[in-house]
């Protein structure tokens, strides 16, 4: 059963870089699939950050691609996102989870970590 | 138009049948996902494909599309039931997308 668990400091300081990774478990990342980042701000809905393939291929949502870095440790079964000069809008639940996309006409996030919140305030 | 729209909210009769739909003009070239989310949880997926359904979710959830419309129907909704939907295409450049989601409430 494949797991994953988001872990990454809660708080961050406007301006600063916010961290997170995403553990797998159950599954080696090596063995195919891309692997997400989405996002959802308090009582608001979900937004895809990006998403990257266990050889390191990224593509990133187009509002946020000059702030995201979504980087893959196969070594350690993990990926993380960096997101950079952050303001009280990034504040929300980050969820890392699976991502079967091809090139055609499917796409779709399962399973999804548990989520972390990350609130953005000095 | 890169956007997928939902209704904000629907409700249904405890054992009736609801559709929650999704309109966008990129659903006319992508299959769309459908998520479950209850406060304070992850989404689930529930169903993913032409109209598929991964291990564990009941067969009263069920998927299709026409033209510019996606539709998630329950068919003898429970109590259970009753949470968030949302429904994921792409966009026109092929990126991930979400729609707004629906506040689904049994009654």
């Known amino acids: 059963q494949v797991q994953l668990q988001e872990s990454g400091p809660g708080l961050v300081k406007p301006s600063e870089t916010l961290s997170l990774t995403c553990a797998v478990s159950?599954?080696?990342?090596?063995?195919?699939?891309?692997w997400g980042w989405i996002r959802q701000p308090p009582g608001k809905g979900l937004e895809w950050i990006g998403s990257?393939?266990?050889?390191?291929?990224?593509y990133y949502n187009p509002s946020l691609k000059s702030r995201v870095t979504i980087s893959v440790d196969t070594s350690k079964n993990q990926f993380s996102l960096k997101l950079s000069s952050v303001t009280a809008a990034d504040t929300a639940v980050y969820y890392c989870?699976?991502?079967?996309?091809?090139?055609?006409?499917?796409?779709?996030?399962?399973?999804w970590g548990q989520g972390t919140l990350v609130t953005v305030s000095s | 138009s890169s956007e997928l729209t939902q209704d904000p909210a629907v409700s249904v009769a405890l054992g009736q049948t609801v559709r929650i739909t999704c309109q966008g003009d990129?659903?006319?070239?992508?299959?769309a996902s459908w998520y479950q989310q209850k406060p304070g949880q992850a989404p689930v997926l529930v169903i993913y494909?032409?109209?598929n359904r991964p291990s564990g979710i009941p067969d009263r959830f069920s998927g299709s599309s026409s033209g510019n419309t996606a539709s998630l129907t329950i068919t003898g909704a429970q109590a259970e039931d009753e949470a968030d939907y949302y429904c994921?295409?792409?966009?026109?450049?092929?990126?991930?997308?979400f729609g707004g989601g629906t506040k689904l409430t049994v009654l």
């Open positions: 990129s659903l006319r070239s992508y299959y």
């Open positions: 159950g599954y080696s990342i090596s063995s195919g699939y891309y």
């Open positions: 989870a699976r991502h079967y996309h091809d090139y055609a006409l499917y796409n779709w996030f399962d399973p």
């Open positions: 994921n295409s792409r966009d026109s450049s092929g990126n991930p997308l």
């Open positions: 990257i393939y266990h050889s390191g291929s990224t």
């Open positions: 494909g032409k109209n």
